[in-house]
């Protein structure tokens, strides 16, 4: 009988600074009064986002219904929000399909925190405190927006570019655009972002890009100033995606026709498909106070702390080895 290797991925020295991490992530929410929440990872409704595949639960003893376990525990966070909490945060694990790389594990580590009343300049000089307190370093803050990032970074304007424009430089990077429905600019937009635009950004800095596509908006609201774009930041650093922050839209119906919206796009691509989830519906209609809210990848500020290639570095047993 052969040796079985039963060692994490990650080194003891590194589990020990994961343990700290997480004790100073706790401690950063403590010293501003922000409150840690515990919201159920199983739940009744998946998200509707074409881009997140939810991993579906079955209970035994209960074969007439299916669960999904959380990619994010946003719903339930905006229904604590409407029931009358202040400023809370998460810190736990999340899980999602199609997932599995580089930077991917399918279940990871997020931190997920709301602030009321707060505007986007001020959620990201937090967040832009927090990756400071993890990483051990204090870097430049760059604001660049969707469009000048693209500019910068690839040539061409984003929120005008033709169809034809983005399926070039997609070839470029070895896509076969012509699989993409002429409709699919955000396929093609994406495909920009992950592989040439994103991986430039943040080299020595933390990079906030603000100002993205309506047609990304998912949670957040529509600058009012510029309806072309939504009130949405992502963070870079060392060229990785580690943050996503909304200034949150409340309202309802406007929220329910992007879930109906996501449905028919999930049936044009032979995705799964299932109801909306009706009681984060009914907290927004209820009254969500007026609020910002990011979510940060742990794990992946682990890696830019650590200057691990690969997400399996730092974590103590990935998919393959769990």
Known sequence: MGTVDFAPGATPEQLVRRAAALAAVRAFFAERGVMEVDPPALVNAPVTDVNIHSARVELPGDTTRRYALHTSPEYAMKRLLAAGLGD??????VYRGAERGRLHNP???LIEWYRRGATLAALMQEVAALVSRLTGRERP???????DAFLREAGFDPLAASHATLASHAAQLGFDARAVDASDRDELLELVMGALVGPRLGRGRLTFVHGYPASQAALARLDPEDPRTALRFELYADGIELANGFDELSDAAEQRARFESDLRERRRRGLPVAPIDERFLAALDSG????VGVA????RLLMVAEQAERID???PFALERA
């Open 88 to 93: 809370i945060y998460y810190l736990g694990h």
């Open 296 to 299: 940060v990848g742990f794990d």
């Open 107 to 109: 279940e990871f580590t």
């Open 141 to 147: 803050i760059e604001r660049l927006s969707y469009r």
């Open 288 to 291: 969500l106070p007026p609020c």
């Open 313 to 315: 570095a730092v974590l």
